[in-house]
């Protein structure tokens, strides 16, 4: 296994549209359990293959606290339900800033595992937040989109400014 580079914002390459896993080989599964061990080592809750620059549909996840519950999805789609709901969320490509996101509390989730079964699941909580914000990488997106230009402008110039 190995650590992989995450990318930080405002990156370009973060604003790529991940492409569908076509084929499930030793090379995917590979590829999983590097994105996973990455993510533990960070440490994060969740970690998209954008944010290592591969521009696929993988995203790992676990949210329970010994770190022994992880998902890793491939080709997810996400059915919402329920209210929004705002929650404080923060993300390894834009180290150091934590700010409230709306999102919605409950989702389905349908994906591939790394073997290509297919798995399907809701989930509430932190596991709902955080999947959704793994999506959002997957469409190119970041959570700082959801904030004002104002404060997206400012997190900008604060990350290039530490940067060297
Ligand atoms: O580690 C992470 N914590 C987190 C906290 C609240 C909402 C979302 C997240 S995801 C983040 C890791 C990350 O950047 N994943 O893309
Ligand atoms: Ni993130």
Known sequence: MSLL?????????LRTVAAPVKIFDQ????????????MY??????????QVNVHQQIISVD?????????????????LHGAQYAGEEG???????????SRA?????????????????EAEGLLAICIQHEYDHLQGKLFVDYLSGLKRN????????QKK
């Open 63 to 79: 949210v329970s606290e010994k770190q022994d519950s992880p998902h890793l999805l491939v080709n997810p789609t996400l059915t």
């Open 5 to 13: 580079e995450i990318l930080h914002y405002p990156d370009p390459r």
């Open 41 to 50: 080592a960070a440490p994060g809750i969740g970690l998209a293959a954008t």
């Open 91 to 101: 993300c390894l490509s834009v180290p150091g800033i934590y700010e409230p996101v």
């Open 105 to 121: 509390e409950r989702i389905t989730v349908s994906a591939a595992n790394p073997l290509g079964e297919t798995v399907s699941f």
């Open 154 to 161: 400012r997190i900008r110039k604060k990350l290039q400014k």
């Open 27 to 38: 090379a995917l599964k590979q590829f999983c359990d590097n994105l996973l061990e990455t």
